[in-house]
């Protein structure tokens, strides 16, 4: 019988309707992005942060756990984040949660996936 042992989750998440002065420029990103990540119990090893030009961000994080990653469009109200943790599986849905608290987004598309090996 072939053991499977579950290695993580990543949640690839879409938010629509956030207003575009949250997401314009780096300063507010980071402020939500910080917080998820810092009250949710990921640990981050760095961050990297870029300024499009007029507006719009990319971000970044290394995790000891893996990554989270963040892009804005704010002409669009849009943001593309994807959390992938190999650590506790409630740590990604709170940091998560706690980016939607800070983006205010109007609709969420979430897919979650359980990453596995054998």
């Known amino acids: 019988m072939i053991k ?4 993580g989750v990543h949640l690839i998440i879409e938010l629509f309707g956030v207003d575009g002065r949250k997401i314009s420029k780096v300063k507010p990103v980071k402020k939500v992005l910080d917080r998820a990540v810092s009250k949710s119990g990921l640990k981050k090893v760095f961050s990297k942060f ?3 030009k007029p507006f719009g ?3 970044i994080y290394l995790l000891r756990e893996s990554h989270l990653s963040a892009h804005t469009w704010p002409e669009k109200n849009y943001v593309a984040l994807d ?3 190999c650590g506790k599986s409630n740590d990604a849905e709170k940091a998560f949660n706690l980016i939607v608290e800070g983006f205010e987004p ?3 598309i979430k897919k979650k996936i359980v990453r596995k090996f054998a």
Do not use: G, L
């Not at 499977?4 to 290695?7: A, D, E, P, T, Y």
């Open 4 to 7: 499977v042992v579950m290695m």
């Open 83 to 85: 959390i992938f943790t």
């Open 106 to 108: 109007k609709k969420i």
């Open 57 to 59: 961000v990319s971000a």
């Open 50 to 52: 870029y300024q499009f």
